[in-house]
Nanobody, 123 residues
Framework: QSLLVESGGGSVQAGGSLRLSCVAS????????MAWFRQAPGREREGVAF???????VYADSVKDRFTLSRDNSKNTVYLQMNILKPEDTAMYYC?????????????????RGPGTQVTVSS
């Protein structure tokens, strides 16, 4: 059974940075499309970014040029470097693994396999 464990969240002020990690077990991050999505209370789920097996990363417009998704195949881990954080980035962040990633505009299709990690950005 596959499991994705997110970590690295926390509370920061606007303009700060965080790096989220997603350690995978039972799923090979180098052979799947790996994605991050987020969910905030009272707001719709939002696709943040994904990276396909052999391609580059794709980002939502809301995070483009601020967030960077990467993976370390040797550690079976994906990362989300988040810079210039804004209060609207406040949410629970989850990673997901799919054979083919759904579009970021269809975040309800992303399936969480872990607890998520909370990011809180204060103004």
């Amino acid at each position: 059974q596959s499991l994705l464990v997110e970590s690295g969240g926390g509370s920061v002020q606007a303009g700060g940075s965080l790096r989220l990690s997603c350690v995978a077990s039972g799923v090979n991050v180098s052979m799947n499309c790996m994605a991050w999505f987020r969910q905030a209370p009272g707001r719709e789920r939002e696709g943040v970014a994904f990276i396909e097996e052999g391609g580059g990363a794709v980002y939502a417009d809301s995070v483009k040029d601020r967030f960077t998704l990467s993976r370390d195949n040797s550690k079976n881990t994906v990362y989300l470097q988040m810079n210039i954080l804004k209060p609207e980035d406040t949410a629970m962040y989850y990673c997901a693994a799919h054979y083919v990633c759904p579009p970021l505009t269809s975040p309800d299709q992303y399936k969480s396999r872990g607890p998520g990690t909370q990011v809180t950005v204060s103004s």
